[in-house]
């Protein structure tokens, strides 16, 4: 167990085991699309098919090339066990190095065929594409009730790695999950410059890195930085418990979906449960981070998700800091768009909307990446309107020297897209 209250009850702890062991409303259609965290201390006697990078590949590629070969290998060793090749890590390059990439990340129990679509919107803009496949996905849920969150992680700043190496600057973006992971490694990321070491080390054991990367954009949709089912916080204090008696939310439900799962592990959900726990804990670094490196936000929510607690993505977005670059998308409640409706056209009726607004948002002016030195720099007049700057053609310099000017700043978008 990773984290457990001194003060929590024995009593309150065993009746939320409870609580998660029972299937709860519409458990027969197996809405849960993300997944929560524990450690897992009990797994069932069932063989895990958990690719990893194979041996030899913990040092980040050094050119496009070399990060080109080292994913198709990544590729491979995610063959055997897949479901459907649908389900594989993918990679959209226009041959050649280009001024952006970014990494794609999905949600819990579901394979990157659910990124696809954002993915072409994103390299039809220039971006080289990288889209991954986490640990325990794409192949049969008994993989899930193996998998750790540090694995996750590793395969995430994998990712990371293999992308700085085909763009000058790297984005990522991530549905539920997913974006609760690429927030994770935003932190560490910037984390890792503020430690000087002589070579930056990766968070993540097993890969080493040259230097921390410099993030541009982020995308969320749906992002698990809550979990609305309120359960899962105490099944997930005595996860093994849970898993003995019930390794699955849904029980033994056949599989019929041929990307992502029908029932879900108890061990997975509570591994995003950590996950967001950490996330929560690390809320300020990420939001310095954001402010100190002008790094871009993009959000889509919808208030009819019942998967994640859409009142913390909005709070999220109006906790970035000011200057910031952000665009959010709120659906209302009454349009009815679920969970994992928001990344699939066939399921977001707004979605040529959404195309549009991302498009839009990356061809915006950039502001230029000023960093954390600016804080402890006498020259600094005002941070903020440094950040505002928006390559009108005035020198750093003479903004520097010059005496500061309200600047107004656009509202955030949140509603219905028009």
């Not at 457990?4 to 702890?13: E, G, K, T, V």
């Not at 993030?215 to 930085?225: K, N, W």
């Not at 995003?272 to 300020?284: H, I, K, P």
Request: charged fraction near 20%; include cysteine; aromatic fraction near 8%.
């Amino acid at each position: 167990m990773k984290r457990i209250s001194a003060s929590a009850s024995q009593a309150l702890i065993f009746a939320g085991a409870a609580l998660l062991l029972s299937p709860g409303p519409g458990a027969a259609s197996a809405q849960v699309i993300l997944g929560v965290p524990a450690r897992p201390a009990f797994s069932p006697q069932i063989p895990a098919i958990i690719s990893r990078p194979a041996s030899g590949d913990n040092l980040a590629p050094r050119d496009y090339a070399q990060a080109v070969e080292r994913f198709a290998r990544y590729v491979a060793g995610k063959k055997p066990g897949i479901k459907n090749p649908d389900n594989l890590p993918f990679l959209l390059t226009h041959g050649r190095k280009t001024q952006r990439a970014i990494l794609m990340v999905h949600g819990l129990a579901d394979s990157p065929y659910y990124m696809r679509a954002l993915a072409n919107v994103f390299h039809e803009s220039g971006y080289n594409v990288i889209g991954i496949l986490l640990p325990g996905h794409g192949t049969r849920p008994e993989d899930l009730l193996h998998v750790d969150l540090e694995e996750w992680q590793r395969e995430v700043e994998f990712g990371l790695a293999v992308a700085q190496e085909l763009g000058d600057v790297v984005s990522m973006s991530g549905f539920s999950t997913g974006g609760a992971l690429i927030l994770d490694a935003l932190a560490k990321n910037y984390a890792s410059r503020l430690r000087l070491h002589s070579a930056f080390e990766s968070p993540i054991p097993g890969l080493v890195r040259n230097s921390p990367r410099d993030i541009e954009d982020i995308f969320l949709f749906s992002p698990a930085l809550k979990i609305a089912d309120k359960r899962v916080k105490w099944g997930c204090q005595i996860p093994w418990l849970v898993t003995i008696f019930r390794p699955y939310r849904e029980g033994d439900v056949p599989e019929t979906k041929p990307f992502n799962y029908n029932k879900m592990a108890i061990n997975a959900v509570c591994q995003l449960y950590d996950l967001t726990v950490d996330v929560s804990r690390g809320r300020e670094n990420i939001l310095s981070s954001i402010g100190d490196h002008n790094i871009g936000v993009f959000t889509v929510q919808s208030e009819a998700d019942g998967t994640v607690r859409a009142d913390a993505v909005v709070e999220f977005m109006k906790d970035l800091p000011p200057g910031a670059a952000k665009n959010f998308i709120l659906y209302p409640k009454d349009e009815g768009i679920r969970h994992a409706d928001v990344t699939r056209p066939e399921t977001n009726p707004f979605y040529a909307e959404l195309q549009k607004k991302i498009r839009e948002f990356v061809a915006r002016k950039r502001q230029p990446a000023l960093g954390p030195r600016l804080q402890s720099d006498p020259q600094s007049r005002s941070l903020d309107y440094l950040r505002s700057w928006d390559e009108s053609g005035t020198s750093l310099d003479s903004i520097l020297n010059s005496k500061p000017k309200p600047v107004a700043l656009p509202p955030i978008p949140i509603g219905k897209p028009n």
